[in-house]
């Protein structure tokens, strides 16, 4: 796709988002912000019991660069493997984006990827499994 595309595919993603709805219940969720351009989001994460992230979802509103972000981030964590989470890098929001970024939106392009890494970090416990580790979701 030449840039033209990945701007098209972008607006595409803030003006119909996918997965943008609450999950009630959910294994996991986080939420970041962006002070300097008033963007938020929420990501919400559940795990089937292989630890599969079995559904991704999120709530946020700001600038289409950020929402587009977790649109497109919740359409990738599903069906990953937890213990791949990690491994997300923020060049893998900058390609799914597509666009050039700007400094000054370096925050809105990595918002999904903010509340994930909180996710991350908090996500010590397995809810799925009641266990601290041994499960696999621990691993996170
Ligand atoms: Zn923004």
């Given amino acids: 796709m030449d840039e033209e595309l990945y701007k098209e595919n972008l607006l595409d993603h803030n003006k119909n988002p996918h997965n943008k709805r609450v999950i009630a219940g959910a294994h996991s969720e986080a939420e970041a912000r962006n002070a300097s351009c008033g963007d938020r989001g929420t990501l919400f994460i559940s795990f089937d019991d292989n630890g599969r ?8 509103e700001g600038c289409a660069v950020s929402q587009a972000g977790l649109s497109m ?3 990738k964590l599903r069906g990953m ?3 791949d ?3 997300l890098s923020p060049g893998d929001m900058y390609t799914m984006l597509g666009v ?9 392009a990595l918002l999904g990827y903010e509340a994930l890494q909180k996710i991350l970090k908090v996500h010590k416990v397995c809810k799925v499994h009641k266990v601290e580790s041994g499960c696999g979701c621990a691993g996170l």
């Fill in 73 to 75: 981030l919740t359409d």
């Fill in 85 to 87: 989470l990690k491994l």
């Fill in 100 to 108: 050039a970024i700007s400094p000054s939106r370096v925050k809105c």
């Fill in 53 to 60: 992230v079995s559904d991704a979802a999120f709530q946020g």
């Fill in 81 to 83: 493997m937890n213990a």
